[in-house]
């Protein structure tokens, strides 16, 4: 258990009558269990605070947890110290009075002069040397050690046993530093000068617990542990002195000052942001705004919306690689639930996916070459292919559907049959060499991107650097040297030359020294200075601007490669808010996953914003991230609110069209999925 401070840290008890269906506050790594919140976060804050030490090896200025970690990792190297050792190291151990780093010095000087029983070494064997164990210390003979040996095989196994001497035998160097030994002792002590072995580890190597007669008088025993007679003695003050000191300094304090202080004190305690689930309500709080309800007006079952989000994402992003033309999410989700089996986008999307199995030349190309299939995918001929995917893959749920789909009636699956066949050809084509080259490539431009981004910021600076010297070296000189000389004047016009300069997307060129020059020659200098001062103004501002446009085309060109799409992040219940830029929505998640809806309005997006807690880590973070995409959010947002407010128009029309005229089923808006037409498929080869 780590130390506070360098002394034991006793943990708290659970407390009593806690029910199972009680919520309460728990420490992850102590698994202490807190009803009162307050309390709980005092813990917390504590466990936070740099003051522990790792009682193994020392290291101080630790957290609770860093300490513990600490601690896992010494006593794992300690109980891979050698086994035959620890006896002997122990003996010296107990009751010794020398300090930790000497004590370990003596330690090894005594384990290198003096075998033991069990130490593996070297021995002198018919003039060669071969492995050897001790397995007994013989009594001196004329003086020298004699130690009984085993001679062990290249299997470590006992080949012949011989009595060497001291001379005969090759000591090697000791199996674990100095830093193990330390620990080692730490880790086998509970009292320090003199150090005291743990009772079991003396019981199990047979060393006396009896203190020597010289440290007797030092020390005494408190519950059958070594304790210091000065330690004893405060242990011992009496109770009644405690509470006598404890009352009269909390008399000499106002209920007032104790009051300001107890709240003070649990503002400084409280460190933002925590988890969002901690966070409580309070005095200094912002108004904040009730979270709207998100929309949920799918065509499709709850339960299948992840699904569809994923396939349409993915054809999204590689409709130039499907040679799919783009089709909003809209009508996808009510292309899946129509009951017509021959519908074109549906087709197209799955011709796409298939088209990509057959290019790979995988299982799916030999697959349909066995049956002598065409590559052309046709709106007659694409269940063929489906029905030979389907059965390729064997998944038993969609296998029962191979029947139904080849009498034709493939539009009246279930919603979430459909959306599994297209899972599972996505999940297909995601493993082929053309989208895996294709992603290498994209990862390359992104860094590529990235890489230019972080040059032109470092260009930028630095210009902006020069162009504000300049300045200043300039004002310094109008002003203290007015009479400029010709050898000045050239110099000054060489260094502002450089002013020029040429950015990309949007040439910037900017020449002050002919207009430098002839106002120096006509001596107004102060003229020149505010003229200058204006031109370095302007040009900054247009580097700026052009650095805003350069800013925003690379952040276009950096989406158009992205790889997979991210959610924003997570509210304090752990729903999850995801955007996606081809749609403008922008989607919540549930913790569960199994619940979906949207936000699409400016002011619903608003109203989330301000609903968000920043004292809550989550949250935070999602706020954040909101605030940096805010106006790209907006601008779809507001884009698609147009596109809605004239398909309800449209509809409208249609509506009050007379029923002597009306209007065809694919001229309706509602159907406008209807008419799909790939208009990148000409560029596929068949």
């Known amino acids: ?52 030490t790792c009682k193994v090896t020392a290291k101080t200025n630790l957290t609770f947890e860093e300490a513990l970690v600490s601690e896992q990792q010494a006593t794992e190297k300690v109980q891979q110290f050698p086994e035959e050792l620890i006896g002997p190291v122990l003996r010296i151990v107990q009751y010794s009075m ?188 912002p108004v904040f705004t009730d979270r709207p309800s998100p929309s949920r007006d799918f065509s499709v079952p709850m339960d299948c919306v992840g699904d569809l989000l994923m396939v349409w994402d993915f054809c999204s992003s590689f409709g130039r690689l499907l040679h799919l033309s783009p089709f909003s999410l809209e009508h996808f989700d009510k292309a899946i639930c129509h009951k017509d089996s021959n519908l074109t986008l549906i087709m197209e999307i799955h011709a796409a996916l298939l088209l990509v199995l057959i290019k790979d030349e995988g299982d799916y190309y030999a697959a349909i070459q066995k049956k002598k299939r065409k590559s052309k995918i046709t709106l007659i001929t694409w269940i063929e292919y489906l029905c030979d995917f389907l059965e390729m893959i064997n998944v038993p749920e969609l296998s029962e559907c191979i029947a139904t789909i080849k009498r034709g009636h493939y539009g009246l699956l279930d919603a979430h049959i459909k959306l599994s066949i297209l899972c599972e050809l ?110 370095t103004k302007k040009l900054m501002e247009e580097m700026e601007k052009n650095k805003e446009e350069r800013k925003e085309y690379l952040q276009r060109e950096f989406e158009k490669r992205i790889i997979r799409t991210n959610p924003l992040g997570k509210d304090r219940d752990y729903n999850r808010y995801w955007f996606f830029r081809r749609d403008g929505r922008v989607f919540v998640e549930s913790s569960d996953f199994k619940q979906w809806g949207y936000y699409s309005s400016k002011g619903e ?60 089923p694919r001229d309706n808006p509602a159907l406008a999925f209807v008419k799909y037409s790939n208009k990148w498929k000409d560029d596929q080869s068949p």
């Open 1 to 52: 258990m780590p130390l506070l401070k360098r002394t034991p840290f006793k943990l708290l008890e659970p407390p009593n009558g806690v029910e199972p269906q009680e919520l309460v506050f728990q420490v992850r790594f102590t698994k202490e269990i807190f009803r009162d919140y307050q309390e709980y976060l005092k813990r917390i804050n504590l466990y936070r605070q740099r003051v522990w």
């Open 426 to 535: 996505v999940n297909q084509v995601l493993a082929t060499n053309l989208i895996k080259v294709k992603l290498e490539e994209y990862i390359n431009q992104q860094r590529a991107l990235a890489a230019s981004k972080r040059g032109e910021a470092l260009e930028d600076g630095r210009k902006k650097r020069e162009a504000k010297e300049r300045l200043k070296a300039e004002s310094e000189a109008n002003g203290v040297l007015p009479n400029c000389t010709s050898d000045s004047v050239g110099n000054n016009s060489h260094e502002t030359t450089k002013v020029g300069h040429n950015l990309d997307n949007g040439n910037v060129a900017v020449d002050i020294s002919s207009q430098q020059n002839h106002s120096l020659e006509n001596g107004d200098s102060k003229q020149e200075g505010s003229e200058l001062r204006k031109m």
């Open 605 to 664: 997006l608003d109203a989330l914003m301000g609903s968000l807690n920043p004292k809550g880590e989550r949250e935070r973070a999602l706020k954040r991230q909101l605030e940096k995409s805010y106006e790209r959010i907006c601008s779809e947002l507001q884009k698609r609110t147009k596109d809605t407010d004239r398909k309800i128009a449209m509809e409208d029309t249609v509506v009050r069209r007379s029923s002597r005229v009306r209007a065809p």
């Open 98 to 285: 020398l300090p930790l780093r000497e004590l370990v010095n003596s330690i090894r000087e005594t384990l290198l002069d003096q075998l033991v029983e069990g130490v593996e070494l070297s021995g002198r064997k018919d003039g060669c040397v071969h492995p050897c164990k001790i397995i007994k210390v013989l009594d001196e003979q004329q003086g020298k050690p004699r130690y009984e040996v085993a001679w062990l095989d290249e299997d470590h196994k006992i080949d012949g046993t011989a009595i060497l001497g001291a001379e005969d035998l090759i000591k090697k160097k000791l199996p674990f530093t100095g830093s193990v030994l330390k620990s080692f002792i730490r880790e086998s002590t509970y009292h320090n000068v003199p150090w005291v072995i743990h009772s079991n580890l003396a019981f199990k190597y047979g060393i006396s617990t009896d203190p020597p007669e010289g440290l007797k008088s030092k020390i005494s025993f408190l519950n059958g542990c070594v304790v210091s007679n000065t330690k004893r003695k405060k242990n011992e003050e009496p109770e009644k002195e405690k509470h006598r000191k404890r009352s009269r300094v909390a008399g000499e304090k106002s209920e007032d000052v104790a009051d300001k202080e107890c709240n003070e004190m649990k503002k400084e305690l409280i460190k933002y942001p925590i988890d969002d689930l901690l966070v409580q309500p309070s005095a200094d709080d």
